[in-house]
Nanobody, 127 residues
Framework: QVQLVESGGGLVQAGGSLRLSCAAS????????MGWFRQAPGKERDFVAA????????DYVGSVKGRFTISKENTKNTAYLQMSSLKPEDTAVYYC????????????????????WGQGTQVTVSS
């Protein structure tokens, strides 16, 4: 069992940067693949980025490639989403998700593949 707590959201101007953090409780964080999803008002929750348990492999939705970077520090039980060149369309509640795995290189991009979710953190990008 793991609990996830996001932080780092806020209000930023277009073109600015934010770093979201996802702190995990419990043990064996190195065996968890992580993902970030976001949900804009009136829309479904969508995949943003994913990282394998080892951190060796990552994936991104096309609209954030080159602007967002997902990472994880297993020694700190924390995953991150570094967001740069933010756009108003990035405005959403951002959720981190975790899934236990014994594969160091696999990652997942759909909500149903994740067992654990944080409560979300609001990111608002003003134009």
């Amino acid at each position: 069992q793991v609990q996830l707590v996001e932080s780092g959201g806020g209000l930023v101007q277009a073109g600015g940067s934010l770093r979201l953090s996802c702190a995990a409780s419990g043990r064996a964080f190195s065996n968890y693949a992580m993902g970030w999803f976001r949900q804009a008002p009136g829309k479904e929750r969508d995949f943003v980025a994913a990282i394998s348990a080892s951190g060796a492999t990552t994936d991104y939705v096309g609209s954030v490639k080159g602007r967002f970077t997902i990472s994880k520090e297993n020694t700190k039980n924390t995953a991150y989403l570094q967001m740069s060149s933010l756009k108003p369309e990035d405005t959403a509640v951002y959720y981190c998700a975790g899934r236990m795995t014994y594969s160091g290189s696999s990652y997942w991009t759909t909500m149903r593949d994740y067992s654990y979710w944080g409560q979300g953190t609001q990111v608002t990008v003003s134009s």
